[in-house]
């Protein structure tokens, strides 16, 4: 199974009038043809910011580094450097949409309140797929018939407001793969749904993932959410991808303190009266980015005078593991 | 959407209703009425001395002793069926002949403005959020605020001053010499449009500047909105996506301002008039009051509310149509 996105060495920074802030610093990671990456990491770690660098975008204040690469290959085989496009051309809008499909957080405000469901399907199917309006139409029926909402022809002619919130989450995922992507990029789709919703959204999307081979980024604070739906997981903190590997091994074995930590902060049934064990401290602000390893103040194994002062970089601890940390870098250790 | 502008339709004429009522007691309201002013225009100087019963009897000529209920039944019931707004007594002839030529030349005028206010305001609005921030965003800013800055009637006398340097235009009424009192054809209208530009500018200009700011400022925040990224993602091309999603709900504010505007143009239009020698509604009404010639000032009156409140009518019907929730609510 050949690779559909490999990200290398990903930078981005903003202009702001408090001068630059990067809040993603030096992130790789790649998806594989009909597997599903998982990105966890806190609110603020950069998880979005990197995705929407996929897309191309980031607002006119962002820059990306440029030794960044993002190799996407499409459908149809072709390679295309993503870092290269210009956020304006024809190339990437065939990218966007139709190459790689996009689910947000709010599916109230993702979808436009003054047109319905249809019109937005439909326009989506038309620039990408079937430009006849009719074939576009029955597509759009057939997609939202197969995310599961009930009586299709007449939901399509309904406004976003007309609807509950699961469904219009079902809806935004439908409008999402009418277009029919190959990789799809779901940012925090079912945060904001009721916990019954959100097990039922899951569910959906892992089947659809299944059925259509597509690839999947699924974005989320949630490492339980994780377990259930990826393969693989890339752990971010501020910015940075600090550990990613299988989801199963990940959780079975974490080699980061971050990722130690987040593991033991869920809270569990079997220990009800027990007190939560949060990770200590709280996360830095993006503008006062610490040196060295950006986890070195709130480490309990922090090394002192290393994790402060130089960046760790990514070791392999097992074969298909990767650990950006001082404790697993022994060679790198003694070097420094 | 046929089912909520019957609804506004119905309540269009029912406001219509209850401001010619309002306004009919306006008429009523000043002392006296056109009797004493006939009575004093026709003896004054004649050294015949006019008794009360002589005054009584020009009332029942004029059907002024009527009760008013009557007479407000009367008047709306002719202006409704027969378009007959009653005599407009100081100038011997009927209300529709003094005021018609005006008010087509007022209508023009403010339509005129209306248009160069929305034509102007939105794109350059819409041009001004997406270049935010941008020296062409400031530039237009600081134009479109010299309209707010400025009297208008001080625009006018500028404009006025320019036009006539530059173009050789003989500014000022709007007809040539030559078309003024010409019946009404193409060349006409067109020398119409020639003349009208000016008014409608220095009208427009504050308007201009007003509505400017209210789209860029929904623009801007509408172009921050999860469903602009969303459409983005889709694939939208840039200008597609522009008009489609943001711009469609930022003009929102402006839509439902067209009444505003309306009654804005219509009180700043008098002093724009008499600096450019224009014939308009505005100084026939005040001629009317001073003269209690109540049918005149009564028909300006209702035709000045009519046009606001049938243009909220279709501010309604827009608003509806741009933003489908509002139906929901109706």
Redesign the interface.
């Given at each position: 199974m050949g690779d559909l996105l490999t990200v290398e060495n990903l930078t981005i920074s903003f202009r702001t009038d408090e001068g630059l802030i990067t809040p993603v610093q030096d992130v790789s990671f790649s998806v594989q043809k009909g597997r599903t990456l998982g990105l966890v990491g806190e609110s603020g770690s950069g998880k979005s910011v990197s995705t929407k660098a996929v897309?191309r975008?980031l607002p006119g204040s962002a820059v990306i580094a440029p030794d960044t690469r993002m190799h996407y290959t499409a459908k149809d085989g072709q390679r295309v450097e993503v870092e290269k496009l210009d956020p304006?051309s024809r190339a990437i809008?065939?990218?966007?949409?139709?190459e790689i499909?996009?689910i947000?957080q709010?599916p109230m405000?993702?979808?436009?309140?003054?047109?319905t469901i249809g019109n937005?399907m439909i326009?989506?199917i038309r620039?990408?797929r079937e430009p006849n309006k009719r074939q576009a139409r029955e597509i759009a029926i057939a997609m939202l018939e197969r995310v599961g909402l009930s009586d299709p022809a007449t939901r399509i002619d309904q406004?976003p407001?007309e609807m509950s919130g699961g469904m219009r989450q079902r809806a935004m995922i439908a409008?999402?793969l009418s277009?029919g992507p190959a990789l799809l990029i779901a940012d925090e789709p079912t945060t904001a749904l009721d916990v019954t919703i959100q097990a039922q959204v899951l569910d959906l999307m892992r089947e659809l993932q299944r059925d259509l081979g597509m690839g999947m980024i699924f974005i989320t604070h949630d490492l339980g959410v994780i377990a259930q739906i990826a393969q693989d997981v890339a752990v971010m903190y501020l910015g940075t991808i600090v550990e990613r590997g299988p989801t199963a091994e990940v959780i079975r074995d974490p080699k980061h303190p971050y990722t130690q930590g987040l593991l033991a902060a869920i809270p569990s049934l079997d220990r009800l009266n027990a007190r939560m064990t949060p990770v200590p401290g709280d996360i830095p602000s993006p503008t006062e980015r610490p040196t060295g390893c950006p986890f070195h103040t709130r480490c309990v194994h922090a090394i002192a005078g290393l994790c402060s002062a130089r960046t760790p970089r990514e070791i392999a601890p097992e074969p298909g593991r990767a650990v950006r940390c001082w404790l697993h870098d022994e060679a790198g250790r003694s070097a420094a | 959407m046929l089912r909520f502008t019957a609804e506004r339709f119905v309540g269009m004429i029912v406001t219509m209703l209850l401001v010619s009522l309002m306004v009919f007691i306006i008429m009523e309201l000043p002392p006296g009425d056109y009797a004493d002013r006939y009575a004093f225009r026709k003896y004054s100087g004649t050294g015949v001395s006019v008794t009360e019963a002589d005054i009584q009897a020009i009332r029942v000529e004029l059907g002024l002793d009527k009760p008013m209920l009557l007479r407000y039944f009367d008047w709306i019931g002719n202006i409704v069926l027969h378009g007959d707004f009653g005599q407009a007594f100081a100038f011997e002839t009927s209300v529709t002949k003094v005021i018609g030529d005006k008010a087509l030349l007022t209508t023009a005028i403010l339509f005129g403005t209306l248009i160069i206010t929305y034509l102007v305001s939105i794109p350059i609005g819409i041009y001004a959020a997406v270049k935010r921030a941008s020296f062409a965003d400031y530039g237009l800013t600081t134009f479109s605020y010299l309209g707010l800055a400025l009297p208008n009637f001080l625009l006018a006398l500028i404009l006025l001053y320019f036009a006539n340097r530059w173009f050789n235009a003989d500014i000022g009424g709007l007809f040539s010499a030559e078309m003024k009192d010409a019946p009404w054809s193409l060349a006409k209208a067109g020398d119409l449009i020639a003349h009208l530009w000016l008014p409608a500018i220095v009208l427009a200009w504050s308007a201009v500047a007003y509505q400017l700011q209210t789209v860029r400022a929904t623009m801007s925040d509408e172009l921050n909105?999860?469903?602009v990224?969303?459409?983005?993602?889709?694939?939208?091309?840039?200008t597609k996506l522009l008009i489609?999603?943001p711009a469609?709900?930022a003009i929102n504010p402006v839509v439902s301002t067209i009444g505003f505007d309306v009654n804005r143009i219509f009180s700043e239009l008098p002093i724009v008039a008499v600096v450019l020698g224009l014939t308009e509604l505005g100084e026939l009404l005040l001629r009317a009051y001073l003269d209690l010639d109540m049918y005149v000032a009564g028909a300006i009156l209702l035709l000045l509310t009519f046009m606001i409140v049938f243009m909220n009518f279709i501010s309604d019907i827009l608003l509806a149509w741009?933003?489908?929730?509002i139906k929901?609510g109706g």
């Open positions: 897309m975008l304006r809008r065939r990218l966007r949409g139709g499909g996009m947000f709010e405000a993702s979808f436009s309140p003054v047109y937005q326009e989506a620039l990408h406004y407001h409008l999402a277009a | 909105k999860l469903s990224t969303a459409a983005r993602a889709r694939g939208v091309p840039e489609k999603y469609r709900l741009l933003d489908p929730r929901l």
